[in-house]
């Protein structure tokens, strides 16, 4: 059998694509916010993944047997499968209106163990068979803790895509509202990514919740 050298999310005729997930490869999503993480979660050992500004997720290509993953969608993990489209980017990236939609890791490099993957994911979610049942998961931009009991604190109107909404957990919630160790629970002057990038001289990802400054191995 011969092996193609260059794998079929691997783009490099257009800014991006979109290829059709073929019977040797499929790709798991999931929320943009759960990047941190994510990150954390695997230890520097993902796979290919990159950051979809538009539709405001993650992707991760993945080996075929996450196919049988149970259906974790209320959860917020979405399985793409043989047959469905996936829009992927270029390898060196391109824009979604004024985001980068980009790679975090590189295309090129050896995918994610599927159950490093789902290991990663059940950090987040609790085991995935029982994930998708009481709705969606949230992190918390004050302390990055996902929580299913968010409170809704700011959201951002953006004219590229989906609106950016931001979530505190109950407790630190509470904590704001009774003025006890205030925290930023939404972007204030002098916190936003942009002045941090500025001060940094950094590029950081667009994708940061306002308070966790943790940017993504850079993909190059
Ligand atoms: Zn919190």
């Given amino acids: 059998m011969t092996r193609s050298s260059t794998p079929p999310w691997v783009i490099t005729s257009r800014p991006a694509d979109l290829i059709t997930v073929d019977e040797t490869w499929c790709a798991v999503t999931v929320p943009e916010d759960w990047i941190v993480l994510m990150e954390e979660a695997l230890a520097g050992e993902s796979g290919p993944a990159f950051h979809e500004p538009g539709l405001r997720n993650l992707t991760w290509i993945v080996p075929i047997p996450a196919l049988e993953w149970p259906d974790a969608e209320a959860a917020g993990v979405s399985v793409v499968r043989p047959g469905d489209l996936l829009l992927v980017p270029h390898p060196d990236g391109t824009f979604v209106g004024p985001q980068r939609f980009r790679w975090l890791v590189p295309p090129s490099a ?7 993957l789902r290991e ?91 308070r966790g400054i943790r940017p993504w191995r850079q993909a190059d």
Avoid: F, N
């Avoid at 050896?110 to 490093?116: A, H, Q, V």
């Avoid at 505190?168 to 002045?195: K, N």
């Fill in 120 to 210: 990663a994911i059940e950090t987040i979610t609790g085991p995935l068979d029982r994930a998708g049942v009481p709705g969606p998961i949230r992190v918390c931009c004050a302390c990055d803790a996902p929580t299913r009991d968010a409170v809704l604190v700011d959201v951002y109107d953006s004219m590229s895509g989906t609106p950016r909404a931001w979530y505190a957990c109950a407790a630190c919630c509470e904590r704001w509202q009774h003025g006890r160790r205030p925290r930023h629970l939404r972007a204030v002057p002098g916190t936003s990514r942009e002045d941090r990038a500025e001060e940094s001289g950094r590029d950081y990802p667009l994708i940061i919740p306002p």
């Fill in 110 to 116: 050896p995918l994610t163990p599927e159950p490093r």
